[in-house]
């Protein structure tokens, strides 16, 4: 998945306009991100990019970015 598939996916998830997020975003600044929105997250990752998030790891995130790297190759 690349940045902007991510954050495009990401926009939709948190129910923002698309653009209007970038990446360095607080994640507790985005009134759409809570636990519905993790669990949706996980299966939208693992569905279009083959990577299995835990709620642990999304948890410690504090921003979109953040998140994004949770998708890439170790």
Known sequence: M???QFIRAFEDIVDVPHSSLK???ALE????WD???MV???G????????QLSPRSIAR???VDE????TQPA
């Open 40 to 42: 949706t997250l996980m």
């Open 44 to 51: 939208v990752v693992a569905e279009n990019g083959g990577v």
């Open 23 to 25: 990446g360095s975003e």
């Open 2 to 4: 690349t940045h902007d």
């Open 67 to 70: 998140l994004f790297r949770l």
């Open 29 to 32: 600044d985005l009134d759409g």
């Open 61 to 63: 995130c504090s921003t």
């Open 35 to 37: 636990s519905v929105g």
